[in-house]
């Protein structure tokens, strides 16, 4: 049987371990195992054995915010195991703990040989992806360092710098080499008759640039506290709806994750933030349109993760241009990344702003706070980073020169640079992708809405009326331009995006709902398009298809041609909403909810495409994240959108 992965996730901590809490460290896994802090791959190789034999499963990690598995040595049906193997794991702030309790099974003493194999690579996660991609790191160098309770690996390449020590209690009888670059911690441990012994190991990870007294839990159940309390926190004061169960259950699931996907940021004047991580295993980093929709579906329940998104967002708003980063004056970041590509350059995810609407969406939320919260403090502090948005979308971002915001394809970045960020999304129906200048229907509808929020605050904060009544125009002058140059009249229906000469690209997609979310339609257009997203070829009965199947470029396994994302319904309902088409809000709600009760209350990432007719349980999508801030988030949204109903 494969070795199935299990996801830990703390923070900006994460692991992946296999059924019986190993780490292989073999590459091309999806995900790959490992200790992950900052982007690097802190600890590759976690395998024991007993007796020099790896040992049997009796209970494989089950899913949860502890790796637990119990474990024996392999043997027959005429002698029973001599002794059994309790493991527990648990990630912490740059921390990996374990506790492995030893007892036996015999009335008489007993040694049992334990060896635990460990390594760490640092390798970068972009050098694990799937995309055949190789880098250079000429100068890296590894090394190992014996400890007097454990190993500590070091790696260094110029001015970059980073380690793992791991120590165990008791401290291991030696540390052998294995002929490679991993080393082995071997321990003699003595069992009374019937007696039982513990382990305790501690990794701890020193990502380069990371100056903090670093604390490892003493065990996982410290651990296990320290997360219970966080989740609390997010969870205390939520109302949940009583005559919906499976709602309520979602969201305090979505809650909880969110916790955990809380990772550390910095403002604008150097103060510490906490704010929405986009997800695990591969975006554990701040990403700008997943922390916003997240704060934004959030909002009405935690307004926190909203004022700290804003701040930690401003605070790496561009202030000049950077071509090889798409940087532009008053662009909002898309993607932050901390790892060794990303600071010597060979990815250009450092600071990469390849986003066309992470910058109309940074306005929204600030609109949106400040309405639901009254905190005009914030409001008058952000002025500056808000008129800088409003800025680039009318400068640089298109809306003057083009009428519409714009994106053209990175080489070496992103083709897309909407929320449909991959390669082959844009496109006709038939599967045609354009060539050129992009305006993609969603990020208009975000402009819309951004200009009219921005003159609210302008107005009732600012005290700018001059500058109020130039957004709202804005606003309406875009609305009229949309409905002439998107809606396809044969279709009843918004084109995906224009390309560069004007033509409309149109695949019937998901997009339209965001219009919906966003109000960009006229009331008979809206309710239009409202119906149409319920019917059988965009609805799978588990949500709305990122593009309705019939279509040539539909594929139900794809990533943005087919499938079916959460967040993306959760826009569409709030839309529907919105527009007054209650009965299709609570539908696609309800279809939501059904697919994470079957997942343990939680949604993930994205969904196949395939009919909830044709197959009684949610199809998974390949390599989507299992733990995602705006999944997570989404329940939340659905309450907002339909209640308890």
Same mark, same amino acid.
């Given at each position: 049987m494969t070795d199935r992965h299990h996801l830990l996730v703390h923070g900006a901590t994460f692991a992946v371990v296999g059924d019986r809490g190993d780490i292989s460290g073999v590459r091309g896994g999806s995900p790959p195992d490992g200790l992950f802090v900052r982007d690097a791959r802190h600890l590759s190789r976690w395998q024991l054995t007993v007796d020099g034999a790896v040992p049997e499963v009796l209970t494989p990690v089950a899913e949860g915010d502890a790796a637990r598995c119990v474990l024996v040595p392999r043997g027959g049906r005429q002698e029973?195991?001599?002794?059994?193997?309790?493991?527990?794991?648990?990630? =912490?702030?740059?921390?990996?703990?374990?506790?492995?309790?030893?007892?036996?099974?015999?009335?008489?003493?007993?040694?049992?040989?334990?060896? !635990?194999?460990?390594?760490?690579?640092? #390798?970068?996660?972009?050098?694990?992806?799937?995309?055949?991609?190789?880098?250079?790191?000429?100068?890296? &160098?590894?090394?190992?360092?014996?400890?007097?309770?454990?190993?500590?690996?070091?790696?260094?390449?110029?001015?970059?710098?980073? +380690?793992?020590?791991?120590?165990?209690d008791p401290a291991p009888d030696a540390v052998e080499e294995t002929g490679t670059g991993a080393r082995r911690l071997v321990w003699a441990l003595a069992l009374a008759p019937h007696g039982t012994t513990e382990l305790l190991l501690r990794v701890i990870a020193r990502p380069h640039g990371e100056s903090r007294a670093l604390r490892v839990p003493r065990d996982p159940a410290a651990v296990r506290d320290q997360l219970r309390s966080l989740e609390e926190e997010f969870v205390e004061g939520v109302a949940f709806p009583a005559g919906w169960p499976e709602l309520s259950e979602a969201c305090a699931r979505g809650l909880a994750d969110l916790a955990a996907l809380q990772i550390p940021a910095t403002g604008p004047d150097g103060e510490e933030l906490r704010v929405p991580a986009a997800g695990a295993p591969w975006f554990l980093t701040l990403l700008g349109r997943d922390a916003l929709l997240t704060s934004l579906f959030a909002l009405p329940y935690r307004p926190r993760p909203a004022a700290a998104t804003l701040l930690a967002l401003a605070a790496t708003q561009a202030t000049g241009n950077g071509p090889s980063r798409l940087a532009q004056p008053g662009k909002i970041v898309h993607e932050v990344r901390h790892g060794e590509l990303a600071h010597f350059g060979q990815v250009p995810f450092g600071r990469y702003y390849g986003s066309v609407d992470a910058t109309p969406l940074f306005l929204i939320l600030l609109g949106a706070y400040v309405e639901r919260t009254t905190d005009t403090a914030l409001a008058r502090r952000l002025e500056p980073h808000a008129r800088a948005a409003v800025g680039w979308m009318l400068d640089h971002g298109g809306l003057t020169s083009r009428g519409y915001l714009v994106y053209r394809a990175d080489e070496g970045g992103l083709a897309n640079q909407n929320w449909k960020d991959s390669p082959g999304a844009i +496109?006709?129906?038939?599967?045609?992708?354009?060539?050129?200048?992009?305006?993609?229907? =969603?990020?208009? =509808?975000?402009?819309?809405?951004?200009?009219?929020?921005?003159?609210? &605050?302008? *107005?009732?904060? $600012?005290?700018?009326?001059?500058?109020? @009544?130039?957004?709202?125009?804005?606003? @309406?002058? !875009?609305?009229?331009? %949309?409905?002439?140059?998107? $809606?396809?009249?044969?279709?009843? %229906?918004?084109?995906?995006?224009?390309?560069?000469?004007?033509?409309?690209?149109?695949?019937?997609?998901?997009?339209?709902?965001?219009?919906? $979310?966003?109000?960009?339609?006229?009331?008979?257009? /809206?309710?239009?398009? /409202?119906?149409?997203? !319920?019917?059988?070829?965009?609805?799978?009965?588990?949500? &709305? *298809? #990122?593009?309705?199947?019939?279509?040539? @470029?539909?594929?139900?396994?794809?990533?943005?041609?087919?499938?079916?994302?959460?967040?993306?319904?959760?826009?569409?309902?709030?839309?529907?909403?919105?527009?007054?088409?209650?009965?299709?809000?609570? #539908?696609?709600?309800?279809?939501? &909810?059904?697919?994470?009760?079957?997942?343990?209350?939680?949604?993930?990432e994205v969904l196949a495409g395939y009919g909830r007719d044709t197959h009684p349980e949610p199809v998974p999508c390949p390599h989507a994240c299992v733990r995602e801030s705006r999944s997570a988030a989404v329940p939340l949204a659905l309450l907002t959108a339909v209640g308890g109903a």
């Open positions: 029973p195991p001599a002794h059994t193997l309790f493991r527990e794991q648990a990630v =912490g702030d740059n921390a990996f703990v374990e506790s492995l309790r030893i007892t036996s099974n015999r009335p008489v003493p007993t040694t049992v040989r334990l060896a !635990l194999t460990v390594d760490a690579d640092f #390798t970068d996660q972009f050098e694990l992806r799937c995309d055949h991609r190789t880098y250079v790191k000429a100068g890296a &160098v590894r090394s190992r360092e014996v400890l007097d309770d454990g190993i500590e690996f070091a790696y260094r390449r110029a001015e970059w710098r980073s +380690c793992t020590s791991i120590t165990a +496109c006709c129906a038939d599967g045609t992708r354009p060539t050129g200048a992009v305006m993609a229907a =969603g990020a208009q =509808g975000y402009a819309y809405d951004a200009l009219r929020r921005t003159a609210w &605050v302008a *107005r009732t904060v $600012w005290a700018d009326a001059t500058y109020a @009544a130039l957004l709202e125009q804005a606003a @309406a002058d !875009l609305r009229d331009r %949309f409905q002439r140059d998107f $809606w396809m009249p044969e279709q009843s %229906f918004p084109a995906l995006a224009l390309d560069g000469k004007g033509r409309r690209i149109d695949a019937l997609a998901s997009d339209a709902g965001h219009l919906l $979310w966003s109000g960009l339609l006229d009331k008979e257009y /809206g309710e239009l398009v /409202g119906r149409r997203l !319920l019917e059988p070829d965009f609805f799978s009965g588990w949500g &709305v *298809r #990122t593009l309705a199947s019939g279509q040539p @470029a539909h594929h139900p396994l794809s990533y943005h041609r087919g499938s079916v994302w959460p967040h993306d319904n959760a826009l569409i309902t709030l839309g529907l909403a919105r527009y007054g088409l209650h009965d299709e809000a609570r #539908t696609v709600a309800r279809a939501l &909810v059904d697919a994470a009760t079957t997942a343990g209350h939680r949604l993930p």
